[in-house]
């Protein structure tokens, strides 16, 4: 089976309104659609940390228009929405952190549920919209901690209130789906997405792996990890974007058959330990790099998440391109570019070239 690949051809000119686009994913994928001849108007807050993608790619620079706005504000994005008059949207603007969520339920809940509403809602009163994408996360399932990959069609859950409000927000697409968009005057077709653990140059999100790595290897400190043994579904940031970019053409051009959930993982190989991810990390980083085990108490995490994507290599053919070893690799490769100053424009774009042009 030949693998699907983003088709730039279909993006050159395409209207796409993009929530989080301030956000590591978020700056990713406005760098990528630019690059296509896309037309993107981002809705996001202001980025939360210095530094932080957005600013070091410019992506303000590169966009239609940048709104720094709320997605809790209906009244404003609906305005945005309505003077954007997208083809395509794509919902990625979240609360993304567990451990944040424990200390913060209250605004999770109310960006990661009534903000995925508000989308919904939105793109109800647009005319133009025909593909709409709801990006939520491999955390959304009822984890049972077993050790076989999580289908589409499994119960929502989540244990913690991040992952529980994206479990929410899975149901809360399912719900706009069945009741506005799925009749046969409905021109909007909706599909959600359930992402791995997404790594990559230019995170520097607080209270996640790869940036504590970064950051703690700079200073030639340990790298404190909290549970070596969690295994997770590791993945670059170009896999999932690459999966949501072909979802959407596959909405647009054909439909219906694809209004429903897709998971986006990497391949069974690379659910790896923590631990394993550090190790190679600090393997492609060398000088005095190292981790040690954080010794208090923590707040309750999975132990064990993996994906099934055996639907999206099936229907979409959509299938990961860079194991991970190649993928930290690209994070070292990043890093040290950006120490050295060089244009991290043309960093990103070349990772995207090079992996556009990696055949399985």
């Given at each position: 089976?030949?693998?699907?690949?983003?088709?730039?051809?279909?993006?050159?000119?395409?209207?796409?309104?993009?929530?989080?686009?301030?956000?590591?994913?978020?700056?990713?994928?406005?760098?990528?659609?630019?690059?296509?001849?896309?037309?993107?108007?981002?809705?996001?807050?202001?980025?939360?940390?210095?530094?932080?993608?957005?600013?070091?790619?410019?992506?303000?620079?590169?966009?239609?228009?940048?709104?720094?706005?709320?997605?809790?504000?209906?009244?404003?994005?609906?305005?945005?929405?309505?003077?954007?008059?997208?083809?395509?949207?794509?919902?990625?603007?979240?609360?993304?952190?567990?451990?944040?969520?424990?200390?913060?339920?209250?605004?999770?809940?109310?960006?990661?549920?009534?903000?995925?509403?508000?989308?919904?809602?939105?793109?109800?009163?647009?005319?133009?919209?025909?593909?709409?994408?709801?990006?939520?996360?491999?955390?959304?399932?009822?984890?049972?901690?077993?050790?076989?990959?999580?289908?589409?069609?499994?119960?929502?859950?989540?244990?913690?209130?991040?992952?529980?409000?994206?479990?929410?927000?899975?149901?809360?697409?399912?719900?706009?789906?069945?009741?506005?968009?799925?009749?046969?005057?409905?021109?909007?077709?909706?599909?959600?997405?359930?992402?791995?653990?997404?790594?990559?140059?230019?995170?520097?999100?607080?209270?996640?792996?790869?940036?504590?790595?970064?950051?703690?290897?700079?200073?030639?400190?340990?790298?404190?990890?909290?549970?070596?043994?969690?295994?997770?579904?590791?993945?670059?940031?170009?896999?999932?974007?690459?999966?949501?970019?072909?979802?959407?053409?596959?909405?647009?051009?054909?439909?219906?058959?694809?209004?429903?959930?897709?998971?986006?993982?990497?391949?069974?190989?690379?659910?790896?330990?923590?631990?394993?991810?550090?190790?190679?990390?600090?393997?492609?980083?060398?000088?005095?790099?190292?981790?040690?085990?954080?010794?208090?108490?923590?707040?309750?995490?999975?132990?064990?998440?993996?994906?099934?994507?055996s639907k999206a290599r099936t229907k979409l053919c959509w299938m990961p391109k860079w194991n991970l070893e190649v993928t930290t690799q690209k994070i070292v490769q990043w890093q040290k570019s950006y120490q050295a100053k060089e244009n991290m424009q043309e960093v990103c774009l070349r990772q995207v070239r090079e992996f556009q042009e990696k055949h399985n």
């Amino acid at each position: 089976m030949k693998a699907a690949h983003v088709d730039p051809v279909f993006w050159k000119d395409k209207k796409v309104f993009l929530t989080g686009h301030t956000g590591f994913k978020g700056g990713w994928l406005s760098l990528w659609l630019a690059s296509m001849g896309a037309k993107v108007t981002g809705y996001s807050l202001a980025p939360n940390t210095t530094p932080n993608l957005f600013d070091v790619l410019a992506i303000d620079s590169l966009i239609e228009k940048s709104h720094i706005a709320d997605i809790r504000d209906l009244a404003c994005l609906q305005k945005a929405m309505s003077e954007a008059k997208p083809d395509v949207v794509i919902h990625m603007a979240a609360q993304p952190l567990v451990r944040h969520s424990y200390a913060n339920p209250v605004e999770t809940y109310a960006t990661n549920v009534m903000g995925t509403v508000h989308v919904l809602e939105g793109t109800r009163a647009i005319d133009s919209v025909r593909a709409t994408v709801v990006v939520t996360t491999d955390k959304c399932y009822e984890n049972k901690e077993w050790v076989w990959g999580y289908r589409e069609n499994e119960p929502m859950g989540g244990y913690d209130p991040y992952s529980n409000s994206k479990g929410c927000a899975e149901l809360v697409t399912s719900a706009y789906r069945e009741s506005y968009f799925s009749g046969p005057n409905s021109t909007n077709k909706v599909a959600s997405a359930r992402a791995g653990n997404v790594i990559g140059g230019g995170d520097w999100s607080e209270d996640r792996l790869i940036p504590d790595a970064i950051k703690a290897f700079e200073a030639n400190l340990p790298l404190m990890i909290r549970n070596p043994l969690a295994t997770r579904p590791w993945q670059h940031v170009l896999e999932p974007l690459s999966g949501y970019l072909i979802l959407a053409q596959a909405l647009y051009e054909q439909g219906s058959a694809f209004a429903s959930g897709w998971n986006f993982g990497p391949r069974d190989e690379d659910n790896r330990a923590v631990q394993e991810v550090a190790d190679l990390l600090i393997s492609g980083w060398g000088n005095a790099a190292r981790w040690e085990k954080e010794g208090s108490v923590q707040p309750h995490e999975a132990n064990l998440l993996k994906l099934d994507c055996s639907k999206a290599r099936t229907k979409l053919c959509w299938m990961p391109k860079w194991n991970l070893e190649v993928t930290t690799q690209k994070i070292v490769q990043w890093q040290k570019s950006y120490q050295a100053k060089e244009n991290m424009q043309e960093v990103c774009l070349r990772q995207v070239r090079e992996f556009q042009e990696k055949h399985n």
